[in-house]
């Protein structure tokens, strides 16, 4: 069957150069193969609405401002998954068909799904279920996704972690003080890793490498010993207490109420100070990583896997993610991304740097 309307949403959680990647299926779904492009609202909560929420995507909306654009112009949702969508009343309804159903009145020929590991499982089951011809693009700024080594939003969120690190430093060193910055990543400390290197982190805690505070303590008496008078720590959100507690925070209240990590940043900074005798501040970046403008390699990237996972359509593979290796753009099977979750490699080359820099992780 030629294909002639393709349809296209983001889901899970928002990052930098979602908008980049819209542009490039458009433009190249458009422009090359001469096919209307849907863009699908707010992920698979468009499919459920009556009627379906929808934009047909034209020349007007997608210019390369858009590039520049932080955020999703589709809209995006990491609640309310449709095989066990909460009510208020507490039932818990399995709404597969009725997405099925809404992505069937669209007359769509294939359907191209911008997610992260729980997003694309999600939208794999119902591509099943429904018989949907389905690609799938790789996002999180997390960068955990497996089968890809990056993927869309991580390089901004280090952009911005690294400079709050920047930002840091100068008041840090001016007051005499430990600066705690807290970086987001769910159960993956990639940011942090990546941050706390390119801003010049002296301790760097992930949850991939178990920390003790006698380790810290150590760093801090040596950095001092050798006449600094401050020190900067970065922190994964999903870093546990050093008995092994997660420190989260619940948002919203109802069917829809969400946990998610926050605050283990201000757990490290108090127990610094009351150990070291260190006068300690702690930020907690949040969201802040997730917005602003794209970095050049998000934009760059988004537009790569925008243009090839049209081409997989046109070549009529499904089941398939886009994904970056080696210098190349290459497609996987969905299933290896969400089954290969890849954290960071305790013996991997960052790790290996950070260590040789004289960076602790508090081991
Ligand atoms: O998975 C992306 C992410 O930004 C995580 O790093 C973070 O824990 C979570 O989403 C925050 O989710 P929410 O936007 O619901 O607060």
Same mark, same amino acid.
């Given at each position: 069957?030629?294909? #002639? ?12 150069? /979602? ?37 047909? /995507? =034209? ?21 309310? +998954? ?27 020929? *294939?359907?191209? !799904? ?6 694309? +499982? ?10 949907? =011809?389905?690609?799938?693009?790789? #996002? ?5 996704? !497996? ?13 911005? @972690?690294?400079?709050?690190? =920047?930002? /840091? ?44 505070? @006698?380790?810290?303590?150590? #760093? ?23 008995? %092994? ?24 900074? @108090? ?6 005798? *260190? ?22 990237? !988004? ?27 290459? +497609? ?9 979750? *890849?954290?960071?490699?305790?013996? %991997?080359?960052?790790? #290996? ?8 992780? !508090?081991?």
């Amino acid at each position: 069957m030629a294909v #002639k309307r393709v349809g296209i949403l983001t889901s899970g959680g928002d990052c930098a150069g /979602l908008n980049a990647v819209i542009r490039a299926v458009y433009a190249h779904a458009s422009g090359h193969f001469g096919w209307e492009v849907i863009g699908i609202h707010n992920g698979t909560a468009g499919l459920m609405a009556r009627p379906v929420e929808v934009t047909a /995507l =034209d020349d007007r909306v997608m210019g390369s401002d858009m590039l520049r654009q932080g955020g999703t112009i589709l809209g995006t949702t990491n609640k309310g +998954d449709p095989f066990a969508f909460p009510y208020e009343d507490g039932r818990v309804v399995d709404r597969s068909e009725e997405v099925i159903e809404g992505f069937r009145q669209l007359k769509l020929d *294939a359907l191209i !799904g911008i997610g992260g590991d729980g997003s694309l +499982d999600i939208l794999r089951r119902l591509a099943i279920q429904g018989g949907i =011809d389905l690609v799938a693009i790789p #996002k999180t700024i997390d960068n955990d996704l !497996g089968a890809t080594e990056m993927s869309i939003g991580f390089e901004t969120a280090v952009q911005t @972690a690294t400079a709050a690190l =920047d930002h /840091l430093q100068p008041t840090a060193a001016s007051h005499s003080r430990v600066m705690v910055l807290e970086v987001m990543g769910r159960d993956a400390g990639h940011i942090a890793l990546s941050a706390g290197i390119a801003g010049g982190a002296d301790v760097i805690l992930i949850p991939e490498l178990p920390y003790n505070f @006698a380790a810290m303590e150590a #760093k801090l008496a040596a950095l001092r010993k050798r006449g600094r008078n401050f020190a900067l720590v970065i922190v994964a959100e999903s870093v546990k207490t050093e008995g %092994g507690q997660s420190i989260t925070a619940v948002h919203g209240g109802g069917a829809q109420a969400m946990q998610t990590y926050g605050g283990i940043g201000h757990y490290i900074g @108090a127990e610094l100070a009351k150990r070291c005798g *260190a006068e300690t501040r702690v930020t907690v970046l949040g969201h802040v990583q997730r917005g602003g403008t794209p970095e050049p390699k998000d934009r760059i990237l !988004g537009s790569a896997f925008g243009v090839h996972a049209v081409d997989l359509i046109a070549a009529g593979k499904f089941d398939r993610m886009v994904a970056w290796n080696a210098r190349q753009v290459i +497609d996987v099977p969905i299933l290896s991304a969400i089954q290969g979750a *890849a954290t960071v490699d305790p013996a %991997g080359a960052l790790v #290996k740097t950070a260590r040789g820099l004289g960076i602790s992780f !508090g081991d």
